[in-house]
């Protein structure tokens, strides 16, 4: 976890135990000591904890200490050669070929091999002025899921959808039906959970909402959500 109290310190528990809660001690503590700004998000991938602030990116790896401190040490923090950092922790997934998050601007990949890619060219458009992104894993489907919420730009809230699968990028708005009929909504939050997407919505009536018929083909065609 990121230390409220300074923000460039990372403290690790002590040994997991079945049954028991984390437990923490003052001793178990890495610092990013010549971090410029404060940690924003943390991801795990393979071996590694990857660590990123506004516009730096570290990572920690090996087995650490025992509960007392002693028997071994992590290895690290490392900085990579490279200034994009992470500007919302809930853009932060890891998926098969790495991690993907939002920069601030535009999607961004860590491989696995710790290599940076700009990976969201396709929906830079609708990222590029976003106030926040929301990502959630669909590896039933394959799917990487942002919920972008834009700060004037109308729809406020769309989605971007990487089927990385096939290596393809899709934009859609969320459509909800009531007695009215079908018309856009602003989705405030997004989730996905035993075969379903569920969504929170925004507005004079908000409701939640969640798949008619569980995963299904098709964006704007058809009604997903009621």
Request: glycine share 12%; net charge negative.
């Amino acid at each position: 976890v990121a230390s409220a109290e300074n923000p460039r310190e990372l403290w690790f528990s002590k040994v997991i135990v079945s049954g028991e809660g984390p437990a923490f001690s003052r001793s178990l503590v890495l610092s990013l000591d010549d971090a410029n700004d404060e940690i924003t998000a943390l991801a795990a991938m393979d071996d590694k904890v990857i660590i990123f602030t506004r516009d730096r990116v570290y990572y920690v790896s090996g087995d650490g200490p025992n509960d007392t401190g002693g028997g071994g040490s992590f290895l690290g923090p490392f900085r990579l050669p490279v200034d994009i950092g992470c500007a919302d922790q809930r853009s932060v997934i890891t998926y098969p070929e790495g991690v993907l998050y939002w920069d601030g601007t535009q999607i961004v990949r860590l491989t696995r091999g710790l290599g940076l890619e700009a990976f969201g060219d396709p929906v830079l458009d609708i990222t590029d002025d976003a106030v926040g992104v929301v990502a959630k894993l669909d590896a039933f489907n394959s799917r990487a899921y942002f919920l972008v919420q834009r700060d004037s730009a109308a729809p406020r809230y769309i989605f971007a959808v990487l089927d990385y699968k096939f290596g393809q990028w899709v934009t859609h708005t969320q459509w909800g039906e009531t007695d009215g009929g079908r018309s856009p909504v602003d989705v405030v939050s997004h989730h996905w959970h035993n075969g379903y997407h569920w969504l929170s919505t925004e507005g004079f009536d908000p409701v939640i909402c969640r798949t008619r018929e569980g995963p299904i083909s098709g964006y704007d065609a058809g009604t997903w959500f009621v």
